[in-house]
């Protein structure tokens, strides 16, 4: 191996620490997909009941929001992953060498 090249553990350690970010970024979105769902379904029981609803577009758009935020972060940690796979493939192959 060069001095240049991590070591294969290193690149272990980081890939698991990524998936770890990425299985909490994707309760997150869960939780979040989940809010969503309760907020239409309080909207379309206030549409049935003739309650005015405005105070849920607020919380639709902030949730709708971090929605968005949280995808952007799971596909910068996915693409993370990928990066890493390839540095590992590369340090593997370097080691067989």
């Known amino acids: 191996m060069t001095g240049q090249s991590r070591r294969i553990d290193e690149i272990l350690q980081d890939r698991m620490q990524t998936i ?4 909490a970024a994707n309760t997150t979105q869960l939780r979040l997909t989940q809010k969503a769902s309760g907020l239409m379904v ?3 029981k206030d549409d049935r009941n003739g309650v005015e609803h405005g105070n849920h577009d607020t919380a639709q758009a902030r949730n709708q929001a971090a929605l968005e ?12 992953l990928a ?9 593997v192959k370097e080691e067989g060498a």
Do not use: F, G, S
């Not at 770890?20 to 299985?23: N, V």
């Not at 796979?85 to 340090?91: G, K, M, Q, Y």
């Open 69 to 80: 935020t949280n995808m952007a972060r799971i596909d910068r940690l996915q693409q993370a």
């Open 42 to 44: 309080l909207d379309m």
């Open 83 to 91: 990066r890493l796979d390839d540095e590992l493939e590369a340090a």
């Open 20 to 23: 770890q970010a990425i299985a």
